[in-house]
């Protein structure tokens, strides 16, 4: 039987296009500097999804903490950036290609997911065809773990301004101990890097404090004050208010574990930059 698969559409331009090149830049980019026992598992991140060249370390940083671990199903989360549609698309293909292999789709997982509410969840081949935000984590996830894992792509589009407590208790009654949560984010977009830095640290720190309502008093804040250039505090709303929502109901610990932005960079502008942090959710 013929196989569904979806082939990359940012490789060469977000990643490196071959798998050589690809293993040569995530070699540099995962650092296992760490030492000592496994801690505890991680059970959800939020990474950035720019090139690799601009927030590649940050990423990495955060995956490489979960490469001693076996995991079943990485579920990524991100709002749509190449479509606009109502509801929530989960990708219908059977696998995704990238450069360096084929993973599998939880074809089990999607199918209790958009069986719980059929009128939010759809499956959109459109939604997934060109959009960046999740298919630049599936090279590094392919780095760092052992074949075998499947991957759930789900980009939310339009929606009412409570989805993520509602797909937070979905995922949770399909989501096991052996899955991963992954929201794909960037943080401030365009102010200076001196005025992004000073948002994006305290943006980062109510994500890893799960604090829904802080974050969006903080963004509320920030725009109002009309920051030269400032666009958004964060990209991703819905994703990141999900896995927060889903750390906060399971009480999982939140960690800050890197940031830079555009702006440090070889040749980035200092002017105007994005901002890129990661943050590490685990049991308690």
């Known amino acids: 039987m013929m196989q569904w698969i979806r082939n990359p559409a940012v490789a060469g331009s977000f990643y490196p296009g071959d798998a050589t090149g690809i293993d040569t830049m995530l070699t540099r980019l995962f650092r296992y500097e760490r030492s000592g026992s496994p801690t505890t598992q991680p059970k959800a991140l939020i990474v950035p999804h720019a090139g690799w060249i601009y927030s590649g370390s940050v990423a990495a940083a955060a995956f490489q903490s979960f490469e001693r671990y076996s995991l079943h199903t990485i579920v990524l989360l991100g709002n749509a950036h190449a479509a606009l549609f109502d509801g929530i698309a989960v990708a219908p293909h059977d696998a995704w290609r990238t450069p360096t292999g084929i993973v599998p789709i939880d074809r089990v997982m999607r199918s209790r997911l958009t069986e719980i509410d059929p009128r939010l969840y759809r499956h959109s081949e459109e939604a997934h065809r060109r959009d960046h935000v999740l298919e630049v984590q599936v090279p590094m996830l392919q780095h760092v773990l052992q074949a075998g894992f499947m991957i759930l792509p789900v980009l939310f589009g339009r929606n009412a301004n409570d989805v993520h407590r509602i797909c937070a208790r979905q995922l949770l009654s399909v989501i096991t101990d052996d899955d991963l949560l992954v929201a794909s ?90 901002g890129y942090g990661s943050v590490l959710f685990r049991k308690s």
């Open 185 to 274: 984010s960037d943080l401030s977009h365009y102010p200076s890097r001196h005025d992004g830095e000073a948002i994006d640290r305290t943006t980062l720190q109510l994500m890893a404090g799960m604090d829904i309502e802080g974050l969006e008093r903080h963004e509320s804040a920030v725009m109002r004050q009309g920051v030269p250039g400032l666009e958004t505090a964060f990209c991703s709303p819905d994703a990141v208010r999900t896995v927060l929502e889903t750390s906060r109901l399971k009480h999982w610990h939140g960690e800050v574990i890197a940031y830079s932005n555009s702006g440090d960079a070889e040749k980035g502008k200092r002017s105007c930059v994005v």
